[in-house]
């Protein structure tokens, strides 16, 4: 359906409308948010198999299971973790007034920002969609929904529900291409939340700051995966792949890149070609694997690989079907292929690869393999394998991501009482769970002064007395 408003007019006056109907409601209690955050959820439980047919067709091919795992069941544990700690969330919390205040009483009171701007990636468009617009429901707010133009059938479907379920001034769809992204991205919000590649993350942030409109920014990056050598090496192996290739790699926390001891590689090679065969078998007409979003990512993974290639890099592919990356592919299915030897400056090891590609580094010592991570942009994730407490500890310590699981990939996304997001390039801001609720919300300091008190002491005129007094505590 061809999006009618104009980008600058249309979306305005819904912003208004938001605006003007958060003015009648400023603070909802938790009964009344609680009740749109189980709306919600029943939406998206009874709408599963149209969400899931909308996410498969705009892919091209992606499995059930795969939504059911990442969109819908994040979406919907999310969810009911806001319903079962959200009253607590949003109590007043005591501070203490200190003693130059006392006997006053100091607390900080949570308060709706107001209008929140969602901008959604294609990648996951419904988890992505629903999980910070779960913190800003539980958090009170009205909410504004600008879904990915790759995922067209999932943001027309997506608008439909939402407009059945609620009230346009309090959540809605707005649907369109890159013109109504930036009229999007450029009204004055209370809140915005972006997620999506680290150079539109500077064109939003860019928009956002001609309005001092808050930002949170989850972005992406090179998030390696780190094999230490007292790893479990195999489990090491299996994780690293099935994470890499979740929704074909497609994934802002995917592995992107594997440091593996010396030596090692070709282990690493043969233990992930086996493992992908298991998954994936009968690879070329297996309907488990998920296609590439677009020609033009497609295109741009070749890219990457034939770059990597022509720079001396190995390419060892996982499947026997990788010779239709070189050709036309109407499902737009790109084979998972290992890259060794690639140059430090190929693209392949610059930019975030997003897809099914997966460099190898081999590293001689473990403080080498955490220098090589620290001379790198922060990434979103950093992946440790290591049974070592003492190497486990140094890595934390030593390196930043903006999450890390360790003996594992990706669980810590699925994790709601963790916070989700990024670290420098890699983004700014985090939400899911409580932190959400507090991206959402602003902690208003509220002081309550007694009616006895220090003020007749410490004003003009100055001399003795009020010497005193600061005397009295500056000891």
């Known amino acids: ?29 938790w009964d009344t948010r609680a009740r749109h955050l189980r709306a919600l959820d029943a939406m998206l439980l009874s709408n599963r198999e149209a969400i899931t047919q909308a996410i498969h067709a705009d892919f091209g ?39 130059l205040l006392a006997p006053a009483r100091a607390k900080l009171v949570p308060q709706p920002v107001g209008v929140v701007g969602i901008v959604v990636p294609w990648n996951y468009p419904l988890f992505l969609a629903v999980g910070p617009l779960t913190g800003a429901l539980a958090a009170g707010n009205r909410v504004m929904i600008k879904p990915s133009e790759f995922t ?40 915005l939340l972006y997620t999506g590649s680290t150079g539109v993350g500077r064109q939003v942030m860019r928009a956002a700051a001609e309005n001092l409109t808050p930002v949170t920014l ?24 099935s994470g890499k290739l979740f929704n074909a790699g497609q994934t802002c926390v995917a592995p992107d890149y594997v440091l593996v001891p010396r030596g090692r590689a070709q282990a690493f090679i043969d233990r992930a070609g086996a493992l992908t065969r298991k998954m994936y078998p009968g ?51 790109f084979a998972p292929l290992i890259v060794t030897g690639a140059p430090d400056d190929t693209a392949i090891m610059r930019e975030e690869i997003f897809g099914p590609l997966l460099p190898l580094v081999e590293y ?54 963790l916070p989700f997001g990024g670290i420098g390039p890699s983004g700014i801001g985090a939400y899911h769970g409580v932190d959400g609720f507090r991206t959402f919300t602003h902690m208003k300091p509220v002081l309550i002064q007694s009616r006895f008190n220090l003020r007749a002491l410490v004003r003009p005129p100055y001399g003795k007395r009020v010497a005193a007094v600061v005397k009295m505590f500056l000891r």
């Open 1 to 29: 359906m061809k999006n009618d408003l104009d980008p600058k007019l249309g979306i305005e006056s819904l912003f208004r409308a938001q605006q003007t109907a958060f003015a009648r409601a400023p603070m909802p209690d």
């Open 61 to 99: 091919n992606r499995a059930a299971n795969e939504t059911d795992l990442a969109d819908m069941l994040g979406s919907h544990l999310g969810i009911r973790h806001a319903l079962r700690h959200g009253r607590r969330w949003m109590k007043p919390q005591r501070r203490s007034s200190g003693m």
């Open 152 to 191: 067209p059938r999932f943001g027309e479907l997506f608008a439909q529900l939402i407009a059945k379920t609620f009230a346009p001034d309090h959540v809605t769809v707005v649907n369109g291409e890159v013109d109504v992204a930036r009229a999007f991205t450029s009204l004055p919000f209370d809140h």
């Open 218 to 241: 989850e972005l992406g990056g090179k998030s390696p995966a780190l094999i230490g050598p007292n790893a479990r090496f195999d489990e090491a192996v299996d994780a690293v792949v």
């Open 283 to 333: 690879f070329s007409s297996n309907t488990d694997y998920t296609s590439i979003i677009s020609t033009s990512h497609l295109e741009r993974l070749r890219t990457l690989a034939v770059d990597a290639a022509s720079r001396g890099a190995t390419l060892h592919a996982l499947t026997d079907d990788a010779s239709s990356n070189q050709g036309d592919s109407p499902t737009r299915r």
């Open 364 to 417: 001689d010592t473990f403080d080498e393999a955490l220098t090589y991570i620290n001379a790198r942009p922060r990434p979103l994730a950093m992946y440790l394998f290591e049974t070592d407490r003492a190497k486990i500890d140094a890595a934390l310590a030593r390196t930043h991501a903006g999450g890390v699981t360790v003996n594992d990939t990706l669980l810590h996304v699925a994790c709601d009482d």
